[in-house]
């Protein structure tokens, strides 16, 4: 059974406050992402990385890093939170090939108060 | 810019009825279409994939896809109200490791 995982379903944070949002996959794909989902607004694509060590910036990368370091995890970074990135974020994964699915995590609920 | 146009909805159908959903996309070479559902608070989950042009049953769900005039639908047969959920339409542009997604539309279907 394929499987996404995020490290945390509700997140609360401070304004200024690093977060960090962790995302692990178990299917050995080389394409993982990271979106942010907003009412109106649709799911939107912050980062993308289709190998370890290399990222792309998607739609909106603004206030946001990426880490991969290894094949099946994809950290996103806010720096220094802020009140407009309270959001759903979704991490993804996918094989290279077109046809394939991509798979959703569960995705983390995050207020920046 | 490669974009992907949905019906925002909310799209309300009585139980038992068809409901159907269309999308549209701009990049003639897309080569992957995808429909996702998605429950209010949850994530997206795959609920059919086509490929090539014509129809795709699986259940009672139906995937249309016409390549010509750039457009994907999605039939639901036999709705229930445990279909009600915003349903996202997803194309891989040719070349591209990401899908580019929809808005979605809202189905409402009523008891």
């Known amino acids: 059974d394929v499987k996404v995982t995020q490290s945390s379903r509700y997140l609360v944070k401070r304004t200024g406050e690093k977060v960090f949002l962790e995302c692990v996959q178990d299917?050995?794909?080389?394409?993982m992402f990271w979106y942010r989902q907003d009412p109106g607004l649709g799911l939107r694509l912050i980062y993308f990385?289709?190998?370890?060590?290399?990222?792309e910036k998607g739609d909106i990368p603004e206030g946001y890093s990426v880490s991969r370091e290894k094949k099946e995890r994809f950290s996103l970074i806010l720096e220094s939170a802020s009140t407009n990135q309270t959001s759903m974020y979704l991490c993804?994964?996918?094989?290279?090939?077109?046809?394939?699915?991509?798979?959703f995590g569960p995705g983390t609920r995050l207020t920046v108060l | 810019q490669k974009e992907v146009e949905q019906n925002s909805g909310p799209l309300s159908v009585p139980e038992g009825a068809i409901a159907s959903l269309n999308c549209t996309y701009s990049?003639?070479?897309?080569?992957?279409f995808f429909w996702y559902r998605q429950y209010s608070g949850k994530s997206p989950e795959l609920i059919m994939s086509?490929?090539?042009?014509g129809d795709k049953e699986d259940g009672r769900f139906t995937a249309q896809l016409n390549k010509a005039s750039q457009y994907v639908s999605l039939l639901i047969r036999d709705s229930q109200p445990s279909d009600s959920a915003t349903y996202l339409c997803?194309?891989?542009?040719?070349?591209?490791?990401?899908?580019?997604f929809g808005k979605g539309t809202k189905l409402s279907v009523i008891p």
């Open positions: 299917m050995d794909h080389e394409n």
């Open positions: 990385s289709y190998d370890v060590k290399m990222k």
């Open positions: 086509i490929y090539s042009n």
């Open positions: 993804a994964s996918k094989t290279h090939t077109g046809t394939d699915t991509q798979y």
């Open positions: 990049d003639r070479g897309s080569q992957s």
């Open positions: 997803a194309v891989n542009p040719a070349g591209s490791y990401q899908l580019t």
